[in-house]
């Protein structure tokens, strides 16, 4: 079940269409602008790609195509430690307007296009990740249902898309996860999860789909690195990435995480060290704190999974002790959490739980509640846990 729980944290699922497909989309001026701002999502330059998406909406104020990327501005904000209630309300509008506008252009036409379906499916989908966060299983399985249906109908009005297979594909892998009662809902309603079919429809949008071929890797990721423990998978991906999309701060600590799960230590520490001189190049003094907060942080990940957790703690600590709520949230509620595991795994459990609590009180838990619940429910199982890198 915790598998299903990386979807939580992975950026947005930016796919996009296909000038063949999408007839009436005027030529290639528009697509210019959806590929622009997907590239400023990754390298989390937010506000500058919420200008493109507007212009989108302004020329085709009657499709979902801008409407769904806008909600992928909001859902980025989110997976980037952004958890105020204002962006959590921003997305719940933007997601659910995306729905509204591929429904009625759906059901206002005589011969849909593919990608109406393809918006709904996405936008019902992300809707279903929304509604896990909030721990509404149910809610979630039925929308995952709904927009894997959408997404379907698309593949079969276009079989040549290849962006499809990313949604498709993580819902295959996925759902050969679950289990109690979902695992059986999936029995009875839509199919078995399959786990290796999930991850050939992974790679197949990852080598071949134009608009999600990025979000198909950065699946593949962290699926490698976190479930599978393919570590040189993940190396491979992890490092495209992080020289793809160089402003991302998640894709080169990853790349250090891989580093330190395949023993590679000078690797790691070379990452720890361009992670620092990232700090000294930026003009920001805001950009600079948070090259500086990775740095640390993937120090403590290296310290615990070689048992040293005093010297863990001590980095946790100096993160903290700079926190920057209004920049950089993530680094609070993920070294609390970490903070917890170091002691879990001295054997302190009263002391790990403290953290872990601390966390769930949070208003803004960047997304780390969902580990802090599973931490609560169960210590981690040793000092080889993947998701002491997470």
Request: hydrophobic residues 40%; neutral net charge.
């Amino acid at each position: 079940m915790l598998a299903f729980f990386l979807l939580l944290s992975l950026k947005p699922d930016v796919c996009g269409f296909e000038d063949k497909v999408y007839s009436d989309f005027h030529g290639p001026q528009i697509n210019k602008k959806i590929l622009e701002g997907i590239h400023l999502l990754y390298d989390e330059r937010f506000d500058e790609a919420e200008k493109l998406f507007l212009k989108v909406i302004a020329e085709y104020p009657k499709k979902p195509d801008g409407y769904f990327y806008m909600a992928m501005v909001s859902w980025s904000r989110l997976a980037s430690g952004f958890w105020s209630p204002g962006t959590v309300e921003e997305f719940r509008k933007r997601i659910d307007r995306t729905t509204q506008v591929a429904r009625s252009r759906i059901e206002e036409s005589n011969e849909p296009d593919s990608y109406d379906y393809f918006f709904l499916g996405g936008a019902l989908g992300f809707k279903g990740r929304f509604e896990l966060m909030r721990g509404n299983w149910l809610s979630s399985f039925f929308l995952a249902k709904d927009a894997i249906g959408s997404l379907n109908t698309c593949l079969n009005m276009d079989p040549d898309n290849k962006d499809v297979m990313l949604g498709i594909g993580t819902f295959d892998y996925y759902t050969a996860h679950l289990s109690g009662v979902l695992k059986f809902l999936t029995y009875l309603l839509i199919h078995k999860g399959n786990k290796e079919e999930g991850l050939r429809k992974l790679q197949i949008a990852a080598d071949e789909a134009t608009y999600s071929e990025t979000e198909a890797k950065s699946m593949l990721l962290h699926i490698y690195l976190f479930i599978e423990e393919d570590f040189s998978k993940a190396l491979d991906l992890a490092e495209g990435l992080s020289k793809r999309y160089d402003m991302n701060l998640r894709y080169h600590t990853l790349r250090g995480v891989c580093y330190i799960r395949l023993k590679r230590v000078i690797r790691y520490r070379d990452t720890v060290y361009d992670l620092r001189q990232r700090a000294l190049q930026v003009s920001s003094v805001n950009a600079a704190a948070k090259w500086r907060r990775r740095a640390l942080y993937l120090e403590t990940v290296y310290d615990l999974y070689h048992g040293r957790y005093f010297e863990a703690r001590s980095k946790l600590q100096e993160i903290l002790s700079r926190a920057d709520p209004e920049n950089d949230p993530a680094m609070i509620a993920f070294p609390l959490v970490k903070m917890g595991m170091s002691y879990d795994l001295e054997g302190e459990r009263e002391e790990a739980e403290k953290y872990y609590n601390q966390v769930m009180d949070m208003q803004n838990g960047s997304g780390a509640q969902f580990l802090a619940k599973k931490l609560l429910k169960q210590a981690p199982p040793g000092g080889n846990d993947p998701f002491l890198g997470y």
